[in-house]
Nanobody
Framework: QVHLVESGGGLVQSGGSLRLSCRAS????????VGWYRQAPGKEREFVANIITYSGSTNYSDSAKGRFTISRDRAKDTVYLQMNSLQPEDTAVYYC??????????????WGKGTLVTVSS
């Protein structure tokens, strides 16, 4: 089992920045990928960014490229999402996701409870 706790959300003005954190506990050695997703009111959950834990390779959605940066601190079992140039359309609940690999196969898919980001215009 993997337990994820997000933090760092809040209210920020348009053009501002926030850094979200996702701290993992449990069988963290089995985590292959950690990602950030978001869900705005009335919309489906969408992918924002992810990072391969062992290589540091990253992927971003088109809306996140150039504004958001995902990174990891392996010593702290924490993944960060630095969000710059925030816009009102970035308002959403941001969720952390971890995918584990066990014996070379997909192990499990874990979610945190989310952290709310509100960007005012």
């Amino acid at each position: 089992q993997v337990h994820l706790v997000e933090s760092g959300g809040g209210l920020v003005q348009s053009g501002g920045s926030l850094r979200l954190s996702c701290r993992a506990s449990g069988i963290v050695f089995s985590i292959n990928t950690v990602g950030w997703y978001r869900q705005a009111p009335g919309k489906e959950r969408e992918f924002v960014a992810n990072i391969i834990t062992y290589s540091g390779s990253t992927n971003y959605s088109d809306s996140a490229k150039g504004r958001f940066t995902i990174s990891r601190d392996r010593a702290k079992d924490t993944v960060y999402l630095q969000m710059n140039s925030l816009q009102p359309e970035d308002t959403a609940v941001y969720y952390c996701n971890a995918v584990t690999v066990v014996a070379g196969s997909h192990g499990g898919d874990y979610w945190g409870k989310g952290t709310l980001v509100t960007v005012s215009s």
